[in-house]
């Protein structure tokens, strides 16, 4: 099947099988994964995903193809989207092949749902400052500790953990990488309101928890490498959410801001153009990065300049929105309120704005980074909340 066919063939699925409208109360986590089920066995889940494990090892090409025909719809996928965009990617890279087999074509198909345990009360930007413990016993671990800001937890049936199993090593050295079950006794989802009123995220509390061995993804004490490679699929999949210009329905689009307010005006046109410019150069730097990708080029730390595009064209989409609509656009019943109150949160989830900044200037353009005090110094020995 030819590009042009594929594209055709996934715009004729999605207008058939996309549910309309707004599920029932208590019923949206049924419907979206009874729609990755049928997403799945058509084949367009897990596109660029190995094959034997699930996936249908097609390229970047079949993906934004899709991309591009989904855009005209509202797909009820947010609740996988933690597994599809991070936890999933990390175990096809660094998992076992027992691990693959287990946890990815059920992950694709909607039959699990999936979390990232990474941040901490005392351990956010500093990821590596977590004070999580996985103490070793025999052929399993015992996790105490506590994770927050985590987003669908309540939903969750897997986690991605990061813990701490030495800390007689720098921070860095003494971290790895587990698969948690979320039902385990010992485990405590509490959900978070943020301002929206909305509870997408959660803390979470580990009371000796038990992991088996086999469920560790990477080597003993090299977690963070694991972690880094969660992270640069995190920012790239955030990042991407832009996508070439919105869902029809997100009440942040450029086409629901152009409805609400008056195009004659020529003021008011000049800040849409910026909007519009600002949307299509981050969609074009994705798809460069996506293409990078697929030839074999993995993007590294320009992931992070990505998502630090995505939280500054959201934050600028706000503020168009508030001057363009006015005061009444941040009202409850308002149909840009949410989205307006969503938009500061763009710049703390997936790495605040001034760490994508480090990231980009260290890593990407070079320059010196910020001095440390903390790279050779055993963890037992810092004092909380150093810098990374």
């Known amino acids: 099947m030819d590009l042009a066919e594929y ?10 099988n996309v549910p309309a409208g707004e599920p029932p109360e208590g019923d949206a986590i049924t419907r979206a994964k009874q729609f990755m089920a049928k997403l799945y066995d058509a084949g367009y889940s897990g596109i660029t995903w190995p094959k034997q494990w699930g996936g249908q090892g ?3 090409a079949e993906e934004r193809a899709f ?11 947010y609740v996988f989207s933690i597994g599809l965009g991070m936890t999933g990617p990390t175990v096809v890279d660094r998992g076992t092949d027992a691990q693959r087999e287990r946890f990815l074509r059920p992950l694709l198909r909607g039959e699990e749902i999936w979390c990232q345990l990474f941040s901490e009360p005392g351990a956010g930007s500093d990821v590596a400052s977590l004070q999580t413990r996985a103490v070793r016993d025999g052929d399993q671990w015992v996790v105490n500790g506590q994770k927050v800001w985590t987003s669908v937890a ?7 953990l990061l813990a701490r199993t030495d800390v007689d090593v720098p921070k860095h050295k003494g971290l790895t990488m587990f698969v948690v079950d979320m039902h385990h006794p010992g485990v405590t989802v509490r959900p978070l309101k943020d301002m929206s009123g909305r509870a997408n995220f959660n803390e979470i509390f580990f009371d000796n928890v038990t992991i088996p061995d086999e469920h560790r993804v990477g080597e003993v004490n090299d977690g963070w490498s694991v972690a880094v490679t969660t992270l640069l699929h995190e920012r790239l999949s955030i990042s991407a959410g832009v996508g070439m210009g919105g869902q029809k329905d997100n009440p942040a ?26 949307s299509r150069a981050l969609a074009l730097f994705n798809q460069r990065l996506a293409q990078e990708t697929e030839a074999g080029l993995f993007p590294g ?34 149909p840009l309120a949410q989205a307006i109150s969503l938009a500061p949160g763009m710049a703390l989830g997936g790495g605040t704005n ?9 890593r990407v353009l070079g320059l010196p980074p910020e001095p440390r005090v903390d790279k050779t110094v055993p963890f037992k020995d810092l004092k909380v909340g150093t810098q990374a």
Request: charged share 25%; net charge negative.
């Open 7 to 16: 594209r055709r063939a996934a715009g004729a699925w999605l207008q058939e």
């Open 58 to 60: 097609l390229t970047q």
């Open 301 to 334: 730390a320009r992931g992070s300049a990505a998502k630090l595009l995505l939280a500054e064209l959201t934050l600028f989409q706000a503020d168009v929105a508030t001057q363009l609509v006015g005061p009444e656009s941040v009202l409850a019943d308002h």
């Open 354 to 362: 001034e760490i994508m900044r480090n990231i980009v200037g260290d």
């Open 67 to 77: 991309a591009a025909e989904a855009r005209d719809f509202t797909l009820p996928t």
């Open 253 to 278: 689009s450029f086409e629901a801001l152009r409805q609400a307010v008056d195009t004659s005006d020529p003021l008011v046109r000049d800040q849409l153009v910026e909007l519009h410019i600002r």
């Open 154 to 160: 309540h939903h969750a049936d897997w986690g991605l």
